[in-house]
Every structure is written in C-alpha cells, then in structure tokens.
C-alpha cells in the first residue's frame, strides 16, 4: 500500500494555501491529525493527491483527492476534507468534522435498482464500522444522475454516474484526535467498492461491489 501525501493551512482568513508548507500556528491536535493522514497507507489502485481545502467551512482545513485507477481509466474518483474548530461546533458536536464528495459511472443493471441509493449510502457506514471506527453525526445524499446523448455524441451509450456526498463527525481519541487515518481508510474502502475492486481483505466475504465496467470481476 502507499502512503496518503497532502498538505493543510489554515483558511479562516480567506487567504490562499501554501503548497506544502506546514502552518506551524495551527493547533497541536489539527496537526497531529493531518500528520495521521499523510502517514496513512492505502491501496496501490489508488491514487492520492493533496488539493486545496474549501474556506470558511472551518478555521482549519486538510484535503485530500482520491482515485481508483485502472490503466488510464478512473474507475472512481472523490474527495475527503478534514475539518477542525478548536472551540467546536454544535451541529458537529465535536471539534473535528469529515467531508466527502465520491462518485462513480454504474453499469445499466445496477442504475435501475431501485434500492441503489439505500445500499450505496450502507456501503459509506458500513465501511466505517467495518474499520470499528466510532462516529456520529453522519448526513448526506445519494444522487443517481443519468446522461443520454444525440446527434453528433449518439454513438455514445447511455450512461448513469453514482453521486455520494456525506460529512461525519469521527470520534476524538486519546489528546482529543479522532483516528483520522482509519477514517481514510475505510472512504477508500468506499471507493474501491464503487469501483467493483473486490476487498483488500479476501476472506471478507460480506462486501458486494459494484461490477467492474472492464469486463468480468477477477475470482
């Protein structure tokens, strides 16, 4: 597995990032988790790079963008934004709080289950308790989006696209940080599984994928 790289600064200003720098005045708990996350290893299929975090959603903000890669194909792609207010946040109820957006194209089959959303947003909670991670606070929305195409794109298929937004609040541990790696983990999790990667752990028999869209699942 290879390692998560990333960067952080503080945006409570409005004011720009600073590529890789480390901004040495943010709390002693923030950079703590931030180093978890860029210390944290995930599977070779994915590719992991840092990005700008949003402003103003918090004083502190830690992003990272992730995809599953298949040849020169993304078979899944998404974000993770990991923010932190040292006074806390009542909607939180805690100090740090998980963003993702995730999305992935589905074959015609699973874009007609009527349950897709229901069983999509149980992968994003699964994942997490199958890392025995304890949060709270969980919300977001499952969109099923579909394209058709005419004239001179008519040749294309149609295609539908699986969108998951959620935000959760992890759980402080020991000095207040939540396992934030952990937490990284198991969204990639989410993400291989959106893809239809079989899981890392082979003996976990529990987790269904979505089918690859490059021919048939590997035994």
Not at 65 to 73: I, K, N, S, T
Request: net charge negative; hydrophobic share 40%; with cysteine.
């Amino acid at each position: 597995m290879a390692p998560a790289q990333g960067q952080y600064s503080d945006h409570s200003d409005g004011t720009d990032s600073k590529e890789g720098a480390e901004d040495r005045s943010a709390p002693p708990a923030f950079r703590s988790a931030v180093e978890a996350l860029r210390s944290a290893r995930v599977r070779p299929e994915l590719e992991v790079e840092p990005t700008r975090p949003p402003q103003r959603l918090a004083p502190y903000a830690y992003a990272l963008e992730a995809a599953v890669v298949d040849g020169d194909e993304d078979l899944a792609d998404g974000r993770l934004v990991l923010l932190h207010d040292p006074s806390g946040h009542e909607a939180w109820k805690g100090t740090f709080r998980l963003v993702t957006l995730v999305r992935a194209e589905l074959e015609p089959e699973m874009a007609a289950d009527p349950l897709l959303p229901e069983v999509c947003w149980s992968w994003l909670t699964g994942a997490l308790e199958a890392r025995g991670l304890a949060y709270g606070e969980a919300s977001g929305t499952v969109t099923r989006a579909g394209s058709h195409y005419f004239g001179a794109l008519s040749a294309r298929r149609p295609a539908t696209q699986i969108e998951i937004r959620a935000s959760w609040t992890p759980r402080e541990g020991r000095g207040g940080i939540p396992d934030v790696a952990g937490h990284l983990v198991a969204w990639t999790d989410l993400l291989c599984q959106l893809a239809g990667l079989p899981p890392s752990d082979a003996a976990d028999a529990t987790v269904v994928t979505l089918p690859q869209r490059r021919g048939p699942q590997a035994p």
